[in-house]
């Protein structure tokens, strides 16, 4: 059951000038998932009867997010009037009018304040009775948050912003975390008052603290236990320094999870990917999306993957997948590209500088050089020798090769599609294949060897070549000695 007094706004509306971006600024993505995602998922951890988000700028792609990232999230516009206090007077407005809980005020620009720090904000301001409580958080630099004023007794005054502090007011090290519980009835009471007569000509949510404590009100501040959590995503330096935080949290939870991640500072781990027990991810690997890894593999060193399945016992080393299956105990690399669509069976190999794409490659089959596979399909136990290319585009459409089982394409052949090779056939070195091959046979399509004797002496008289020519007197290279 939710908690039917509880509410939460999260407050995206801002324009997020500092980001400099084409993309609004709770959209920008942190370990996979953009930075309001995480929020909402915070914010739905708290079980709230009502979760409300304020939009503004991008409205039309920060709403179709939320609606994807959490449906149940009421979205509330805001109106030409700027300032957090104007986004939660209107969340405030499209809330239930009997509704007198408390509501929960978090920015979307903090990606990775975590529930339970919000569950403890939610307890202390109930257990308190206070009218306000807000999470402070005391910082070395506190360049652009708001300052927490505290009056002689050492209770919480007012708040100040940066822009408007006085010399003195900016030396307080303790900050206003931009995370707060009101009481409703504080928000129904004050906001309404609230002007746009400050440095930034906003309506600024903070000013109820001052307007609470005037009214002889009480407002609480509990700090939270490290700074970080509560660290907002103004700029993008501020967004890789928290996206690095997360990263080190997840990494961290793998470690203790029975992964092998030797270096965690070059391996980066998207929130859904799963890993499985004494797999080991080597350094400057990046597992993203909703990658899933298997128990017993090795990733990397410098591989990324995206939306990948791994088996148990595979390795990757040294290349870059994206959307592919790999089945138990492949083998991939060093140095293949791996698009779309590709399949890799079981004990299968792709071995060094191959590039497939949709590509469903059987069972035991190997691809180890050089090659190009795309739009083909291979039986179990084949092998496509060096330097095999698939010619699956006429330049107009693109067609399909089918290759059997315990096939063996001999290297550099050209398999131009749409053609079939039938079970146990071979080709020859060379070969540009554009018919069908039957099961069990040999295509051969390179024209017979001719040697013309004496052409180098005739043709290139006095030559290095020909002098070579005439010392070696018509002698091919003698055996190799063991
Ligand atoms: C705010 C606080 C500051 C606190 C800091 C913590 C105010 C006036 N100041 O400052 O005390 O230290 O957060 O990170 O609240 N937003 C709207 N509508 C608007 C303006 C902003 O929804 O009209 C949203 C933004 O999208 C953002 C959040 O509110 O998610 C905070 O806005 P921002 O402009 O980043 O406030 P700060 O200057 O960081
Ligand atoms: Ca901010």
């Not at 995480?38 to 988000?53: G, Q």
Request: aromatic content about 4%; glycine content about 10%.
């Amino acid at each position: 059951m939710s908690d039917p007094r509880l509410a939460v706004v999260v407050l995206a509306a801002g324009a997020g000038t500092r980001m400099r971006s084409k993309k609004a600024k709770v959209l920008h993505p942190i370990a996979g998932v953009p930075m309001i995602g995480h929020v909402l998922a915070t914010a739905r951890e708290l079980d709230p009867a009502h979760v409300l988000t304020v939009v503004r700028h991008q409205r039309d792609e920060v709403s179709a997010a939320i609606a994807e990232l959490s449906p149940e999230a009421i979205v509330v516009d805001q109106d030409d009037v700027p300032g957090t206090g104007r986004a939660v007077e209107q969340a405030v407005s499209a809330l239930p009018a009997d509704f007198d809980g408390e509501v929960v005020v978090v920015s979307g620009d903090v990606p990775l304040l975590d529930a339970a720090t919000l569950a403890g904000l939610v307890a202390a301001h109930r257990g308190a009775g206070a009218e306000a409580t807000l999470l402070s958080a005391v910082l070395d630099d506190a360049t652009g948050y708001g300052r927490i004023v505290r009056d002689a007794d050492g209770g919480v005054d007012r708040i100040v912003e940066h822009k408007d502090a006085s010399d003195a007011e900016l030396a307080i090290a303790e900050i206003n975390s931009g995370s707060y519980v009101f009481s409703v009835a504080a928000l129904r009471t004050h906001l309404p008052s609230l002007t746009t007569e400050n440095a930034a000509g906003e309506k600024y949510l903070t000013e109820v603290v001052g307007l609470l404590r005037a009214a002889g009100q009480p407002v609480a501040a509990v700090p939270v236990a490290e700074p970080w959590i509560v660290g907002g995503v103004n700029d993008r330096a501020q967004l890789s320094e928290q996206a690095r935080r997360l990263n080190a949290i997840i990494v961290r939870g793998w470690q203790l999870a029975g992964v092998t991640i030797t270096d965690p500072a070059t391996t980066w781990i998207d929130l859904a990917v799963t890993i499985g027990e004494d797999t080991e991810i080597l350094p400057g690997s990046r597992l993203l999306g909703a990658t899933t890894i298997d128990r017993d593999a090795v990733i990397g060193p410098d591989t990324t993957l995206v939306d990948c399945e791994v088996g148990e016992g595979a390795s990757i080393s040294r290349s870059e997948a994206t959307l592919a299956v790999f089945k138990a105990f492949a083998t991939v690399g060093p140095f293949s590209f791996i698009r779309p669509g590709t399949e890799l069976g079981g004990g299968g190999k792709i071995g060094a500088f191959v590039e497939t794409k949709n590509a469903k490659i059987g069972r035991g089959t190997k691809v180890p050089h050089l090659s190009y596979v795309g739009d083909t399909e291979v039986g179990e136990e084949s092998n496509l020798g060096a330097g095999t290319i698939t010619s699956n585009y006429d330049g107009v459409n693109k067609h399909r090769t089918t290759i059997g089982r315990n096939v063996r394409i001999a290297s550099h052949t050209v398999l131009v599609a749409p053609v079939r090779i039938g079970d146990g056939a071979y080709t020859g070195a060379g070969a540009v294949v554009r018919k069908d091959v039957p099961a069990g046979s040999l295509a051969l399509t390179v024209a017979p060897q001719r040697n013309i004797e004496g052409w180098v002496e005739q043709k290139r008289p006095g030559s290095a070549s020909a002098q070579a020519a005439a010392d070696a007197d018509g002698q091919t290279p003698a055996e190799p000695t063991a």
